[in-house]
């Protein structure tokens, strides 16, 4: 089970911390991300992270997001900065139990989504 949270209203050049904990399953054995979804569009992969640290970006959000986890915790997290009116959609916390899912995007696990809006 993932559950997200962390998701709000902010200003365009703010940040936020978006968090997901895992519960269920070996957390450590699983490799994560994040996904994200605007209104009208499609869902996009964001951000994933290998079991060991080895991170993954999409190239619009490199520089400004870092993906991060905690395997003692079961959680995971994404740090957003420089945030603008196109980062604003529901983002969705995603686990898989392939080891290449963190950079192809292939995750068959995902929890609700919370909602970021970025105003301009």
């Known amino acids: 089970q993932l559950q997200a949270s962390g998701g709000g209203l902010v200003q365009a050049g703010g940040s936020l911390r978006l968090s997901c904990a895992a519960s269920?399953?070996?957390?450590?054995?699983?490799?994560m991300g994040w996904f994200r979804q605007a209104p009208g569009k499609e869902r996009e992969f964001v951000a994933g992270?290998?079991?060991?640290?080895?991170?993954f970006y999409i190239d619009s959000v490199k520089g400004r997001f870092t993906i991060s986890r905690d395997n003692a915790k079961e959680m995971v997290y994404l740090k957003m900065n420089s945030l603008n009116p196109e980062d604003t959609a529901v983002y969705y916390c995603?686990?898989?139990?392939?080891?290449?899912?963190?950079?192809?995007?292939?995750?068959?696990?995902w929890g609700q989504g919370t909602q970021v809006t970025v105003s301009s």
């Open positions: 995603v686990a898989d139990s392939q080891a290449s899912a963190y950079y192809t995007g292939r995750f068959d696990y």
């Open positions: 269920g399953r070996t957390f450590s054995s699983y490799v």
């Open positions: 992270i290998s079991r060991t640290g080895g991170t």
